[in-house]
T-cell receptor, first 115, second 109 residues
Framework: EAGVTQSPTHLIKTRGQQATLRCSPI?????VYWYQQALGLGLQFLLW???????NRGNFPPRFSGRQFPNYSSELNVNALELEDSALYLC??????????????FGEGSWLTVV | AQRVTQPEKLLSVFKGAPVELKCNYS??????LFWYVQYSRQRLQLLLR??SRESIKGFTADLNKGETSFHLKKPFAQEEDSAMYYC???????????FGTGTRLKVLA
């Protein structure tokens, strides 16, 4: 069974540009989570999508946005890139969120470098 | 505020020594706690969760609601345990996963 897949693996952008990162969840999973892992800061929660709807977002500015498609894949868009957006962006997926013991499964991440 | 605290950024122990990775949480509701591990060049993966009360790779963790802690323990560390460990809290209702900043465990030969 394929795990969570993310693309691209690496992305280099110039300050002010836009970046788009993509995520395909595990087959059968309807929830997708996005996290930013900047150096020394651990995993910072960005966004959570479930059944095509944004369910929750972290303390990030509106230039971080995304969506979830009917096939449950998702993309994260970062507009007006700033140098401090350079980080590893992790996507995770899960099944039915209401289930006790529900866990999330991570992809390998997309490295975004802003120069 | 909902928060997960891992006070140690780095923990070094010798092979065969006991290991305890600390995790404290702040949450007013009923928490679900998890430990995730990231080995070198691998993706972040689930190690164990408190509701399962299981031992994985010799690791155990007990949820202590009085002390709001979920420390990860192993009686005898192995070199292959060297990795980054993250404690995570899942909130009820909003189903948000909140991660700590992680602890790097180095097991020395």
């Amino acid at each position: 069974e394929a795990g969570v897949t993310q693309s691209p693996t690496h992305l280099i952008k110039t300050r002010g540009q836009q970046a788009t990162l993509r995520c395909s969840p595990i087959s059968g999973h309807t929830s997708v989570y996005w996290y930013q892992q900047a150096l020394g800061l651990g995993l910072q929660f960005l966004l959570w999508y479930d059944e095509g709807e944004e369910r929750n977002r972290g303390n990030f500015p509106p230039r971080f946005s995304g969506r979830q498609f009917p096939n449950y894949s998702s993309e994260l868009n970062v507009n007006a890139l700033e140098l401090e957006d350079s980080a590893l962006y992790l996507c995770a997926s899960s099944g039915s969120v209401g289930a006790i013991g529900n866990t999330i499964y991570f992809g390998e991440g997309s490295w975004l470098t802003v120069v | 505020a909902q928060r997960v605290t891992q006070p140690e950024k780095l923990l070094s122990v010798f092979k065969g020594a006991p290991v305890e990775l600390k995790c404290n949480y702040s949450y007013s509701g009923s928490p679900e706690l998890f430990w995730y591990v990231q080995y070198s060049r691998q993706r972040l993966q689930l190690l164990l969760r408190h509701i399962s009360r299981e031992s994985i790779k010799g690791f155990t963790a007990d949820l202590n609601k009085g002390e709001t802690s979920f420390h990860l323990k192993k009686p005898f560390a192995q070199e292959e345990d060297s990795a980054m460990y993250y404690c995570a809290l899942r909130t009820s209702g909003t189903y948000k996963y909140i991660f700590g900043t992680g602890t790097r465990l180095k097991v020395l030969a």
